[in-house]
C-alpha cells in the first residue's frame, strides 16, 4: 500500500519524501487517525495529476519518494518523537522536502526542530480548527492540543489560518504575543484569499515557511473524516485559491516540507481523503509550479 503516492511512476522534477506516520496516542474525542496515512495513499493513486485551472500537471513538477511507515512505539508521544529524530537522521534539512502524512497533530515537533535547525528563520503556516497553544492538555505538554505551543517553546513564529475554537488562556497567550511572532486569522472574520495571501507574504517576507495542515481547519461538509469537528471552517474554494494566491507569478516564500494531520477516514466514504489529498496537490502545484 505504501509503494507509490499520486501514482508518479518514474516523474521527474523535485523529489519529495513521503513519511507515513500512522499514530494517534493523545486524541481527545474521535478515533481513526491512525488509519490516515494508508486512506490518503488509496486515494492519491486515483487523482488526476493534471490541474487544469492551473495548467500544470505534477508529473511534471515533482517525483514522490514513499518511506516505509513509522512503526508508533508504545507509550506517548515523546517515545514517537524519539523514533521520528532517529529517522531524520537520514535526511538533510537544508535539501530535501519530507511530506509527514498523519497520524494526528502531535507528530511533527521533530520536524519543526529538524527544519529550524537548517533555516533558523523558519515561519510555520499553521492551517487548524484549533489553535493548539495549550501548554499542557491530558496531562502531557506534547498533546495534539500543545504542538504550537511547542513550536512557539522553539521560537518559530507563527501563521494560523481558520482558527474557530479555543479555551480563554489561549486567546490571552495570543494576545500577549508580539504582532511579528504570531499572526492569526480566525475562520469568522476571514479575508479574501487573495488578501489572506499578501498578508502572509507581508508577515512572512523572504523567510522560508514549514507548513502544518490539520484537516479540520477546513468545514466539515468539505472533510468531514477528522476527529475534533468544527463548524464554521474554510470552504474548498477559498482553500484553493489561496494556495494559487499565495505564489502567483513567481511571489510567496519558498517550502521547506509540510505535514498533512488529522484525517480520520469514514468507513464507506472516500470524500475526506480525496478531499485532503486534492489539497497536498493543490498546493504543491502552486508552489511547484508558479513559485
Keep these: 500500500m505504501y509503494d507509490e503516492f499520486f501514482d508518479l511512476g518514474l516523474a521527474q522534477g523535485r523529489n519529495i519524501f513521503v513519511l507515513p506516520v500512522p499514530y494517534e496516542g ?111 492538555y491530558g496531562d502531557t505538554p506534547y498533546s495534539h492540543a500543545c504542538i504550537m505551543a511547542r513550536a512557539r517553546q522553539l521560537s518559530i513564529p507563527l501563521v494560523q489560518i481558520g482558527i474557530r475554537s479555543l479555551c480563554r488562556e489561549q486567546r490571552d497567550f495570543m494576545r500577549a504575543q508580539p504582532k511579528s511572532e504570531l499572526m492569526t486569522m480566525f475562520a469568522w472574520d476571514l479575508p479574501s484569499p487573495c488578501e489572506a495571501a499578501e498578508r502572509v507574504r507581508a508577515f512572512v517576507g523572504e523567510r522560508p515557511i514549514y507548513l502544518s495542515f490539520d484537516v479540520d481547519g477546513m468545514d466539515p461538509s468539505v472533510i468531514p473524516g477528522t476527529g475534533t469537528p468544527e463548524p464554521g471552517g474554510i470552504a474548498y474554494p477559498w482553500m484553493s485559491r489561496f494556495w494559487k494566491e499565495l505564489w502567483l507569478d513567481g511571489m510567496g516564500p519558498r517550502l521547506v516540507g509540510m505535514d498533512m494531520v488529522e484525517l480520520s477516514p469514514v468507513h464507506g466514504s472516500q470524500v475526506s481523503e480525496t478531499a485532503a489529498v486534492k489539497l497536498i496537490q493543490r498546493i504543491l502545484v502552486s508552489w511547484l509550479g508558479q513559485g
Design 26 to 136: 493523545t486524541v481527545s474525542y474521535g478515533t481513526g487517525t491512525r488509519l490516515g496515512p494508508e486512506a490518503l495513499f488509496r486515494a492519491s493513486v486515483q487523482i488526476e495529476s493534471y490541474d487544469a485551472e492551473l495548467d500544470l500537471d505534477l508529473t511534471d513538477l515533482a517525483h514522490f519518494t514513499p518511506l516505509a511507515p513509522v512503526d508508533p512505539p508504545k507509550g506517548g508521544p515523546e517515545a514517537l518523537h524519539g523514533v521520528l529524530r532517529r529517522r531524520l537522521e537520514e535526511f538533510d534539512a537544508g535539501r530535501d522536502f519530507i511530506l509527514t502524512l498523519g497520524g494526528e497533530h502531535s507528530i511533527p515537533l521533530p520536524l519543526f526542530e529538524f527544519y529550524k535547525a537548517a533555516h533558523p528563520d523558519l515561519v510555520i503556516l499553521h492551517i487548524d480548527a484549533h489553535a493548539d497553544l495549550r501548554e499542557s
